[in-house]
């Protein structure tokens, strides 16, 4: 197994929860995209960073069964690791800016994944769903906590054959249900995990997030 560092990304206000992520810094080393599925899929993270250019933020991500053009928790662990100021996936260029302890990105809506965003009345509604629930494709429950102050309980669920059963932050479907609500979010999401939206005047959108690194090698 190559040496990688491994982050937590978008944790709580307390340093816990996030979603892990494997960023492999030297990806030169391993240029073959089987090989680096390969490496996602032995780790089992719900995504893996391949940093081809850690000066121009060059970035390859893959989850245990695919490769992504664009993913939120990714960009920002990587961002936030390497101390950059724009990130490069394959989607496109992405800034980034960090304030206080809240790294954050600017990506458009269109560079996401599809997703079904299905609202429930209320969050403990959501809380009570299995994990994943019954049905096909790639689905982000949320129900609003408070509407008037933009909180928001979600859980996101990628309901396919990889051994994800419940994603714990997902950046990218934070993105889109910003865009559908058009609105700045705060979401907690999965056991605990905070994602913070705010839509911009081009139609994009920021995503920010703590991170803490958990090992490096």
């Known amino acids: 197994m190559t040496d990688i560092d491994v982050l937590s990304v978008f944790c709580g206000a307390d340093g816990r929860h996030g979603n892990t992520l494997g960023v492999v810094r030297e990806g ?4 073959d995209r089987a090989a680096r599925q390969a490496i996602a899929a032995e780790l089992g993270y719900s995504e893996t960073v391949f940093v081809d250019d850690p000066e121009r933020g060059v970035v390859d991500i893959y ?4 490769r992504l ?3 939120g928790h990714p960009l920002v662990g990587a961002a936030w690791l390497l101390d950059l100021e724009t990130v490069n996936p394959p989607a496109g260029e992405v800034w980034v800016r960090q304030d206080g302890e809240f790294t954050w990105i600017t990506a458009r809506p269109e560079w996401a994944p599809p997703r079904t965003l299905r609202q429930y009345a209320t969050a403990a509604e959501v809380d009570a769903l299995p994990a994943p629930p019954p049905g096909e494709g790639w689905l982000y429950a949320w129900a609003w906590e408070d509407e008037a102050a933009g909180r928001v309980r979600a859980r996101a669920f990628p309901r396919r054959d990889d051994g994800i059963a419940e994603d714990e932050a997902t950046g990218a479907a934070a993105l889109l249900l910003t865009a559908e609500l ?3 979010l705060n979401i907690t999401q999965g056991r605990g995990s905070q994602l913070i939206t705010a839509p911009g005047p ?3 959108i920021e995503i920010g997030g703590r991170v803490r690194l958990l090992t490096a090698h």
């Not at 989850?63 to 695919?66: A, M, V, Y």
Request: positive net charge; charged residues 20%.
């Open 28 to 31: 030169r080393h391993h240029p």
């Open 63 to 66: 989850t245990p069964g695919l």
């Open 69 to 71: 053009p664009f993913a």
């Open 182 to 184: 058009g609105r700045a």
């Open 202 to 204: 081009d139609g994009s």
